[in-house]
Nanobody, 117 residues
Framework: QVQLVESGGGLVQPGGSLRLSCAAS????????MTWYRQAPGKQRELVAD???????IYADSVKGRFTISRDNAKNTVYLEMNSLKPEDTGVYYC???????????WGQGTQVTVSS
């Protein structure tokens, strides 16, 4: 059984920073890709960033240069460092990990990020 748990969300002013964490438990292997998604009210879920087991990363154009995804395989944890936050970054951030096939793909419960003055 695999579980992913996000943490670190909250309310921050524009220009501020937050660091999200997603910890995996169970039979979660370091070869699995881990991905951050977000969903704003009334919007479709979008990919924010992902990272492969060997550290290759991909970022959405909207967050390039501001967000950094990283992972600590020894801790089965992925992080999202968010800097220079904008109101448009507001949403529920979800952690996803696995192989993206049935039975090997898992989601966290989400953590709310609100960027507002």
């Amino acid at each position: 059984q695999v579980q992913l748990v996000e943490s670190g969300g909250g309310l921050v002013q524009p220009g501020g920073s937050l660091r999200l964490s997603c910890a995996a438990s169970g039979s979660f292997y370091s070869t699995y890709m881990m991905t951050w998604y977000r969903q704003a009210p009334g919007k479709q879920r979008e990919l924010v960033a992902d990272i492969t087991g060997d550290g290759k990363t991909i970022y959405a154009d909207s967050v390039k240069g501001r967000f950094t995804i990283s992972r600590d395989n020894a801790k089965n944890t992925v992080y999202l460092e968010m800097n220079s936050l904008k109101p448009e970054d507001t949403g529920v951030y979800y952690c996803n990990g696995g192989l993206r096939v049935p039975g090997y793909d898992w989601w966290g419960q989400g953590t709310q990020v609100t960027v507002s003055s």
